[in-house]
């Protein structure tokens, strides 16, 4: 028996488990409050007065439950790039089953179906998410959702997938002079952090280093006063614990300063170049024709990049700015992006981009930019400038004239592939109305 009701004798008593839950209203109607999962059944209501047989009804109370999703393993989940991972997902207590399930990375719904061997599972027959030789740009975080005719609900959790560390950029091959100052500069990306070194025959030198992002540092050494001793072999060498570690190396060659000559030394050189002359005379048209030739070509190489930057702006834009131009009072210098970490985990470095054919991206300068810290670059208007890393706000990593640095966004024009494409195909046919109008 649940309930007891006799209006006469004046009982209304609940039984078992229905104490404090089960009443009568409405003169008849029988209210749970709240229900449990063990109240669903068949309920039978009995009506019995004196002197008249008793009579039966008969309801059936079915709940709905919602699920409960629980994701595993544990909240932040470490794992080594190129190994397999599996994302399990508990549904529990759902009445009746979810229609559906699927799993979002970062807010975006996942695609297990196709072609795509990426990705297996994730689906109602089969909830846990296979994720198939992870790499850098699988960091983030991960939720499954299930629908159910109640409400939907979901569980999430982080993935941080860690890589060896690597160098994307290092100090080309150099020269200098006795007393010369001599900076060379390696860059590095890792998951964790890398830490970089920097020997010479095998003994460790001093260098300094700088946080560019999350995963990037920078390390310099700083050679005042070469002297010729210093020439010879520099390795740089970047290392997280994560997979071996990276070193690449780069060849200083140190110069004596030039030797003034003496006046006798300078009598016997324009002598013996005048008793020369008669040769020069005779080879001078060939080698001004093999110049001209060798200019062209050069020219024609670069014309491409020298256009670029010098070209007017097309009608309807801004007009074209001019070398020493300062910035409008309204361009303020972002934020440095130290420590903190782009929601775009796949930022292009060129790292990154090696196994798309040596695809390269640029930058054009609008204004000119004075750096107030060592690791920035300096910009003149229409400077090209090759994006390390970045492009998506905020400062970004860059190369120029020999130097690998920081420079703010918003002081350049970010250059497309496709648009690098159209305008060379613009400037060749520039160049070759140029030859037929001439």
Known sequence: MIFNYAPLAGVREAYGAYINRADIVDGAGLRINPTRLHDEGTYVLVVMVA???????????????????????????VVTSGKTVTLTCAVRNAKPNVTSLHWKKDDFPIETYGFDTKYSGGNVRTPSLNIHHVTRTDSGRY??????????????????????ASIISMSDTSAATVFDHVTLQCVADGNPPPNITWTRDGIPLAARSHILSRDVRASSVILRDVQLNDTGTYLCAAINFVGESDVKKLHLKVQAPGVSMSSTTIAIIVGSTAGGLWLLICIAICVYGVRRRKKAKEKKKFAFYYNMGRRDPPVGKSPKRTKGSEPPPYVVLPAKPVGSKSTYAGINTMRKTAALKGSRRFAKALYSYVPHEENELRLEVDDIIEVLEGEDGGWCLGYLRGRIGLFPSNYVKFIQDRRVAAARQIVEAEEIQMKRSV
Request: charged letters at 15%; one cysteine or more; a negative charge.
């Open 143 to 164: 939720s499954c959702v299930v629908d159910h005719v109640i409400q939907s609900a979901s569980d999430d959790m982080q993935v941080d997938v860690q890589y060896p």
């Open 51 to 77: 002197g008249v047989p008793s009579e039966e009804g008969f309801v059936k109370l079915s709940l709905l439950v919602p699920p409960v999703v629980q994701v595993g393993p544990t909240s932040p989940f």
